[in-house]
């Protein structure tokens, strides 16, 4: 056997080229598809360039923005919880209150509410700091039922609204 490698008549130093694709005709009229690749290129381009002949895209600082929730659906500044608050023993986070809810609790005084079966206590928990706690009993069936007759489908906010009212009458007389 030799060790000389065959012969390749192919020089490995020679680029190869590929055979060009054979010309594509479109139809009489009609433009090939290269032509409307390129007359969409040229539409993006020409959009491109107008985007940036207009200058460049007014960007808001995260800090002015206005953020909607649902519970703030105007995006404006939020009403502060003064105290803790507390429904039924779990704590509740602003977050999770509408800024109505909110003025409701920070106005809300302890005391028995509904005949006795609703209640608010203020516990005080040092340095000034106060948890308010909210009782309203709707485990039983009969609690929800009873709940929902007097509010409807109005939620939490009305519960706090007919307590206002009530510790406002009280108060008052």
Do not use: C
């Not at 929800?144 to 939620?155: C, Y």
């Amino acid at each position: 056997m030799s060790d000389e490698l065959p012969v390749n008549d192919l020089d490995p130093n020679v680029l190869l080229v590929a055979d060009p694709e054979p010309e594509v005709t479109a139809p009489a009229g009609q433009p090939t598809a290269q032509d409307l690749i390129n007359m969409k290129i040229a539409t993006a381009l020409e959009r491109l360039a107008e985007r940036q002949d207009a200058g460049p895209i007014p960007q808001i600082p995260i800090t002015k923005a206005i953020h909607k929730t649902a519970t703030n659906p105007t995006g404006g500044p939020r009403p502060v919880l003064k105290r803790a608050f507390y429904q039924n023993g779990n704590p509740v986070r602003p977050v999770n209150l509408t800024n109505r809810e909110i003025e409701l609790i920070n106005q809300l005084k302890a005391g028995a509410y509904h005949n006795s079966r609703w209640y608010v206590t203020v516990e005080n928990v040092g340095d000034g700091q106060q948890r308010v706690h909210v009782q309203v009993p709707n485990k039983a069936q009969e609690d929800k039922l009873a709940v929902a007759r007097l509010v409807g489908n109005r939620g939490f906010e009305a519960i706090l609204e007919l307590m206002v009212e009530e510790g406002t009458r009280i108060t008052a007389a």
